[in-house]
C-alpha cells in the first residue's frame, strides 16, 4: 500500500488519498491540484518541474498529513 512519504507516489493517488496536502501544493503556487497530468506524475516529478528541494517538500506533505484534515 502506498504511503504518503514515497517520493515516487503519483500525484493523483496522493491528492485523492490525503486531501489535507492540497494547501501544501496551493502554497507552493503549484497548478499540480487539478491537472490533468497528476496520473503520471510522481512528487519527485512535481518538485523537479517546480525547482523544489524532494526532502523538504516531502516533510511538508508528512507535516500536512500528521496533522490531519482540516476541520469543516
Do not use: N
Not at 46 to 59: H, K, N, S, W
Request: charged share 20%.
Amino acid at each position: 500500500m502506498s504511503q504518503p512519504d514515497d517520493p515516487e507516489l503519483m500525484l493523483d493517488e496522493l491528492l485523492q488519498r490525503w486531501p489535507e496536502t492540497v494547501p501544501v501544493f496551493i502554497r507552493h503556487k503549484m497548478l499540480c491540484v487539478g491537472c490533468l497530468v497528476t496520473p503520471f506524475h510522481s512528487v519527485v516529478d512535481a518538485c523537479a518541474e517546480y525547482g523544489l528541494d524532494t526532502d523538504t517538500f516531502m516533510a511538508e506533505l508528512q507535516e500536512a498529513v500528521s496533522a490531519g484534515p482540516a476541520p469543516r
